[in-house]
């Protein structure tokens, strides 16, 4: 049984507030997890059944339970959510190579909702409550965990957040009822990444700039495009320098010389050494 997730806002930065706790961002992607009459069913925030994908959370709870929570895995070296590794887990689609996975590049649940037990509807609860419960269940396996949170001291966790290089924080009202919509009641804090690439180009059809950054040869090689952030005075700026930087095109890009400098937040560097999400900044001059 699917139901539709509580989105959040986004916080323009870390607070602290003794009506909100606050939680470690865990950088994987939603599920809901479903079991009726002992059967698990799961689901991505757009009620797409990706049950096959994770054998390992097939396991049933003690009771009929919906949860809402991030499905991740743990990068070994450095300890932290590996991104990519978890959208290639979802990507897979062979059961052999699925199965193989569960032991090579095995996911966690990390739950941090119950909406759903023994069949009573929990979403009309203050939070704190849901939490209460929420504890209170015994986990199927070490492949499922609960998120832990802190009250009140916001800026305390998200200093330790920047520290350990983790995606950033939830911050929650400690009434919020659950609502299958995107409440204020619920923000997140990105720990955002910052660097500085040049502008190479930019797409024909619709908008977009080419970023690259130079290589240990002092060679530009591509770092991915730019789409978001950039407002229309950005945008005409760039238009009234970007035509004499012209060196050629194709039927979907115009190439330009590397000599305009932006600045750029992003959530980090793919391991292909491209800017995850990037969003535009500032010109550099």
Known sequence: MFLQPMLLETAARPFSHSDYIFEPKVDGHRLIFSQQSGIVRLYTRHNNDCTKQYPELHLPFNDDVILDGEVACVDPATGLNDFEAVMSRFSTKQSRKIQQLTSTLPVTFAIFDILQYR???????????????????????????????????????????????????????????????????????????????YITGFKKAEFGWLAAVPDLSGKMRSAGIIELGVGPEHKQAFRGVCQQLVIGEDKDYVYLKPRIRVKVKMRNWTKSGLLRIPVFDQFIV
Request: aromatic share 8%; net charge positive; hydrophobic share 40%.
């Open 119 to 197: 069949g009573r509807d929990l979403r009309k609860l203050p939070l704190m409550e849901r939490k209460e419960i929420l504890h209170g269940l015994s986990l199927p396996s070490r492949n499922f965990g609960i998120i832990p949170y802190i009250v009140g001291a916001g800026e305390d966790l998200f200093a330790q957040i920047e520290l350990s290089g983790m995606e950033g924080m939830v911050c929650k009202r400690k009434d919020s009822l659950y609502v299958s919509r995107r409440s204020r009641d619920w923000k997140k804090v990105i720990n955002w990444t910052h660097a500085d690439v």
